[in-house]
């Protein structure tokens, strides 16, 4: 790998609460380390367009607390093309960048993979999603305050769910993977969690409410994973309206709100630990990575593993939850 001088940030795909926390601290660790930071707008597409700003230590001041990113995002169609990709590089030489951290998920990861082979570019990427689906990291900037957002929600929805002898159905994101779900149906002790690991849970859930709901409970939470094979929480609804007309449902679906607010204690501490590794990883002449955390250490995961992969789910917390749930 050349000697760095010059060193770009982007943020790509959806959005989710901790990606500035990373920006500032690549930002500020790259200043610190001695490279001049840049920052590429609206993800690839700032690349394409040589929409670059320079950052500085005083560009990245009061960030840390605001959800977003400062250099806003896109999913850029262009890029997918290999003419996409050449026009980036290409204008990434004249304006004298020599590496670049990505802050994104999968999407983010193959295109850096891709732009990193094609030109020879040192790429190293922060997972950004609030869906903790990425392999190679515990936990995903984002995914802890998307939690607390449903958490929340849930909350006020059971005060109603309880005054009016309601079963609410609870949508939250995650249309591959249901770790929102079982999280924050476990946090606020939902009567069932739905989630695309457990591919049965339709035919469990109307087993459930014959044999217990109908006994004893006149009201609860139903917490399910958005999903294209099953419909989300719409179809469920339609499962127990056509199986228990007697039940009065409700649907919510939460929606964009989870990727919205102001991050909590710790995603805004995991992302200023993953930004500061990308500036060093780079440093050190480690390119084509992913940084997580596993087991409190930072840890280096190939783009390839990380998007290949999948981060397996406990489904022994489904099992908790439900005993908890009687």
């Known amino acids: 790998m050349k000697d760095l001088k010059k060193i770009a940030v982007l943020t790509s795909g959806g959005d989710s609460p901790g990606m500035n926390a990373a920006i500032r601290a690549v930002v500020r660790t790259g200043i610190n380390e001695g490279f001049e930071m840049v920052g590429s707008m609206r993800g690839y597409q700032g690349l394409i367009d040589g929409e670059i700003v320079p950052l500085r230590s005083r560009s990245v001041s009061n960030i840390i607390q605001r959800g977003g990113t400062i250099l806003k995002s896109a999913r850029c169609k262009a890029f997918y093309e290999k003419e996409g990709r050449e026009k980036a590089a290409n204008k990434m030489k004249a304006m004298g960048i020599d590496a670049l951290v990505v802050i994104g998920g999968d999407g983010t990861f193959t295109g850096a993979k891709i732009l990193s082979r094609e030109h020879g570019i040192p790429i190293v990427g922060l997972p950004g999603t609030i869906d903790n689906d990425l392999f190679g990291t515990d936990y995903t900037i984002g995914y802890d305050t998307a939690i607390n957002t449903v958490m929340e929600a849930v909350d006020k929805l059971r005060d109603t769910a309880h005054s009016h002898d309601r079963l609410f159905i609870i949508e939250v994101m995650g249309r591959d993977a249901g770790f929102i779900a079982l999280a924050s149906g476990m946090a606020t002790g ?14 469990e859930m109307l087993y459930m409410l014959e044999k217990d709901w109908k006994k004893s409970k006149t009201s609860g ?106």
């Open 221 to 326: 939470i139903i917490i399910v994973s958005e999903g294209d094979d099953y419909g989300g929480a719409l179809d469920v609804e339609k499962a127990i309206n056509d199986q228990f007309p007697e039940f009065e449902t409700r649907v919510t679906i939460l929606g964009h709100i989870q990727r919205g607010g102001s991050p909590t204690a710790q995603d805004r501490l995991l992302a200023s630990r993953l930004g500061h590794a990308a500036i060093m990883t780079l440093k050190d002449g480690v390119s084509g990575v992913m940084l997580g955390i596993v087991d409190n250490e930072v840890e280096l995961t190939s783009f390839e593993k990380s998007i290949k992969s999948h981060q397996p789910m406990n489904l022994e917390l489904l099992d908790i939850a439900r005993t908890l749930a009687i």
């Open 190 to 203: 939902a009567e069932m969690i739905l989630v695309p690991e457990s591919p049965t849970y339709i035919d």
